[in-house]
Nanobody
């Protein structure tokens, strides 16, 4: 059983940076990993995923500002966020799925249905 625990959320001003982490208990090397976010009244959206070979996929609104990475030795997933905007305010959750990431048309999935394990989330608030 894989358990995921996020940390590092908080409040930051627009234009600032923040790094959130996701510590995994249980072996997650060889897993597809991803970051999702959700705001009240909206569906959870996938914003970044990383495959077992290190290839990544980003949602358009975070491309170039956010970086996903996975430290195999520490069994920890990271999301480095820069140039933060108020619209980035959300609950950020990490997710994991055994094996390589599902791909559609060759593109790595950011579909929440393709992930089996989920953390509880960490809140990120960006003020203007």
């Amino acid at each position: 059983e894989v358990q995921l625990v996020e940390s590092g959320g908080g409040s930051v001003q627009a234009g600032g940076s923040l790094r959130v982490s996701c510590a995994a208990s249980g072996y997650t090397n060889g897993f597809c990993m991803g970051w999702f976010r959700q705001t009240p009244g909206k569906e959870r959206e996938g914003i970044a995923t990383i495959d077992t070979d290190g290839s990544t996929s980003y949602e358009d609104s975070v491309q170039g500002r956010f970086t996903i990475s996975h430290d195999n030795a520490k069994n920890t997933l990271y999301l480095q966020m820069s140039s933060l905007k108020p619209e980035d305010t959300a609950m950020y959750s990490c997710a994991a799925d055994p094996g390589r990431c599902t791909r559609y048309g060759g593109r790595i999935s950011r579909n929440r249905a393709d992930f089996a394990y989920w953390g509880q989330g960490t809140q990120v608030t960006v003020s203007s």
